[in-house]
């Protein structure tokens, strides 16, 4: 069939016959048809340019249009398509990624599941801690905690996983054993009375969910280093290093859900890195192939993989894309890219800067309660009280109103009600992230005056 031309034509079409992720028809109607991507700009079918402020879906790290990710897909595809990876099945690309991978995170990980995204990656770390305290002989040991605000996917144990309530009412029940504790978000969380660390108060909140619901029953605590879809939420300094004593203690594995963090955004190359502690279990997608084709992966620490290769009763978890060659060829000349632009350093440096600028920019404005970010990641919360920090009430449609006007000025990316999320390409131009501050300034005076 001949495809109309114009946007408007394109999504009346697509409302007839398609179901998107987080359908709704009202916003679906303000949609945009994206053709085209180059560096740090997407197109849409009527031809307008914008940047774009959150790599896609926090994915497309190395910006659009990279010859070398197509010239790997073509050149693997063209000798081995596809082949099955089950046990007794195997393939170069898969075998090569695993055993670069085990040369770039966390020393103690050196083993990893493909998959095909990050749901089913948390889906995949929840299976191995339940089958490792199995083997352990430990089967009590099944609970899952997560936190507030924390977003993990929505295959089913992952939207038990993430902590965002909006994902729940539609779909409940949940899986009976899935918790969650408050987020430290610094800005947020009440400040210790007696003058003790905010990070540490944060951090021991699960340590009272681990013994509210029995050490001897909880598997798993799951944490992104870095919060992001809830609202880009940086941890203070010294929480992750008690979680991991607090893990430590309780003999709770602890899943860091780098699916953003991962590869190179927070400015390092995971975002554990700058708290010096490493994970049980880990997960990535998104940046591995900076979103040109789709995959995701678990790694595994030595013990646990030892547990899985080493038990008598099959691991009866896969998927049939686990270690897709042509996935696995994209994602090896991804880490190429991610090496040799040194993209975590780009990220370190310039998403730096842009903090710097958008607080220059933003911090005197009165709805303006907190700017915050690590590397190439930021949140500006809009609160309708600075000194309350609450927020405007649901009604006002805080996110659709700035979403609208950021759009309008030529910027895509996502609010979370009151939270813009700033998360570009880690190799934009600095020219490009100085007027995407002037945007957000221009949306913000516009939709809630100066
Ligand atoms: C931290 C985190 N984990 C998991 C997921 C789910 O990934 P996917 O949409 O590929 O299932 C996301 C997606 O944004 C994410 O940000």
């Given at each position: 069939?001949?495809?109309?031309?114009?946007?408007?034509?394109?999504?009346?079409?697509?409302?007839?016959?398609?179901?998107?992720?987080?359908?709704?028809?009202?916003?679906?109607?303000?949609?945009?048809?994206?053709?085209?991507g180059e560096g740090s700009f997407l197109?849409?079918?009527?031809?307008?340019?914008y940047i774009d402020g959150?790599s896609?879906?926090?994915?497309v790290?190395?910006g659009h249009?990279?010859?070398?990710?197509?010239?790997?897909?073509?050149?693997?595809?063209?000798?081995?398509?596809?082949?099955?990876?089950?046990?007794?099945?195997?393939?170069?690309?898969?075998?090569?990624?695993?055993?670069?991978?085990?040369?770039?995170?966390?020393?103690?990980?050196?083993?990893?599941?493909?998959?095909?995204?990050?749901?089913?990656?948390?889906?995949?770390?929840?299976?191995?801690?339940?089958?490792?305290?199995?083997?352990?002989?430990?089967?009590?040991?099944?609970?899952?905690?997560?936190?507030?605000?924390?977003?993990?996917?929505?295959?089913?144990?992952?939207?038990?996983?993430?902590?965002?309530?909006?994902?729940?009412?539609?779909?409940?029940?949940?899986?009976?054993?899935?918790?969650?504790?408050?987020?430290?978000?610094?800005?947020?969380?009440?400040?210790?009375?007696?003058?003790?660390?905010?990070?540490?108060?944060?951090?021991?909140?699960?340590?009272?969910?681990?013994?509210?619901?029995?050490?001897?029953?909880?598997?798993?605590?799951?944490?992104?280093?870095?919060?992001?879809?809830?609202?880009?939420?940086?941890?203070?300094?010294?929480?992750?290093?008690?979680?991991?004593?607090?893990?430590?203690?309780?003999?709770?594995?602890?899943?860091?859900?780098?699916?953003?963090?991962?590869?190179?955004?927070?400015?390092?190359?995971?975002?554990?890195?700058?708290?010096?502690?490493?994970?049980?279990?880990?997960?990535?997608?998104?940046?591995?192939?900076?979103?040109?084709?789709?995959?995701?992966?678990?790694?595994?620490?030595?013990?646990?993989?030892?547990?899985?290769?080493?038990?008598?009763?099959?691991?009866?978890?896969?998927?049939?894309?686990?270690?897709?060659?042509?996935?696995?060829?994209?994602?090896?000349?991804?880490?190429?890219?991610?090496?040799?632009?040194?993209?975590?350093?780009?990220?370190?440096?310039?998403?730096?800067?842009?903090?710097?600028?958008?607080?220059?920019?933003?911090?005197?404005?009165?709805?303006?309660?907190?700017?915050?970010?690590?590397?190439?990641?930021?949140?500006?919360?809009?609160?309708?009280?600075?000194?309350?920090?609450?927020?405007?009430?649901?009604?006002?449609?805080?996110?659709?109103?700035?979403?609208?006007?950021?759009?309008?000025?030529?910027?895509?990316?996502?609010?979370?009600?009151?939270?813009?999320?700033?998360?570009p390409p880690l190799n934009t131009d600095?020219?490009v992230l100085?007027?995407m501050?002037?945007?957000?300034?221009?949306?913000?005076?516009?939709?809630?005056?100066?």
């Amino acid at each position: 069939m001949n495809l109309p031309l114009t946007n408007a034509a394109l999504l009346e079409l697509d409302h007839q016959h398609m179901i998107h992720p987080l359908h709704h028809t009202e916003t679906h109607a303000k949609g945009r048809v994206w053709v085209r991507g180059e560096g740090s700009f997407l197109y849409d079918a009527d031809g307008r340019k914008y940047i774009d402020g959150l790599s896609c879906l926090w994915n497309v790290s190395a910006g659009h249009g990279r010859q070398e990710l197509a010239d790997a897909a073509w050149k693997q595809m063209s000798q081995l398509a596809f082949s099955s990876g089950y046990t007794g099945g195997s393939n170069k690309p898969a075998i090569e990624l695993a055993e670069r991978l085990s040369t770039l995170v966390y020393p103690g990980i050196n083993t990893f599941y493909f998959t095909s995204g990050g749901g089913e990656s948390t889906d995949s770390n929840i299976k191995v801690a339940r089958f490792y305290w199995k083997v352990k002989g430990r089967p009590e040991k099944t609970k899952v905690i997560g936190r507030n605000w924390s977003y993990h996917g929505t295959t089913f144990a992952a939207m038990c996983a993430t902590g965002i309530k909006a994902y729940w009412p539609m779909f409940e029940p949940r899986i009976p054993g899935f918790s969650h504790i408050p987020s430290p978000d610094p800005y947020h969380y009440p400040m210790p009375e007696d003058g003790s660390s905010q990070g540490i108060a944060a951090a021991n909140e699960l340590e009272k969910e681990i013994l509210r619901q029995g050490p001897e029953t909880v598997a798993m605590f799951i944490a992104e280093p870095v919060q992001g879809g809830g609202g880009v939420i940086p941890v203070q300094p010294d929480y992750f290093k008690r979680i991991r004593e607090i893990c430590d203690q309780y003999d709770v594995l602890l899943v860091a859900d780098e699916v953003i963090t991962g590869f190179g955004r927070t400015g390092q190359m995971f975002g554990l890195e700058r708290y010096g502690i490493e994970p049980d279990l880990m997960q990535f997608a998104k940046s591995i192939t900076s979103g040109a084709i789709p995959l995701g992966g678990i790694g595994m620490t030595d013990e646990i993989a030892e547990t899985i290769t080493s038990s008598k009763t099959p691991w009866m978890h896969s998927y049939t894309y686990s270690g897709h060659p042509v996935s696995c060829a994209v994602a090896l000349a991804t880490l190429d890219i991610i090496e040799n632009e040194d993209l975590p350093g780009q990220a370190a440096t310039k998403g730096e800067a842009m903090l710097q600028k958008l607080h220059e920019a933003l911090d005197d404005h009165p709805h303006v309660g907190n700017v915050r970010g690590t590397g190439m990641m930021h949140g500006i919360e809009i609160v309708k009280d600075k000194q309350t920090k609450e927020w405007f009430d649901a009604d006002f449609g805080l996110g659709a109103k700035l979403t609208q006007a950021i759009m309008a000025r030529g910027l895509y990316t996502r609010v979370r009600n009151e939270i813009i999320c700033n998360a570009p390409p880690l190799n934009t131009d600095e020219s490009v992230l100085d007027q995407m501050v002037d945007i957000y300034k221009d949306a913000i005076i516009d939709v809630l005056g100066s």
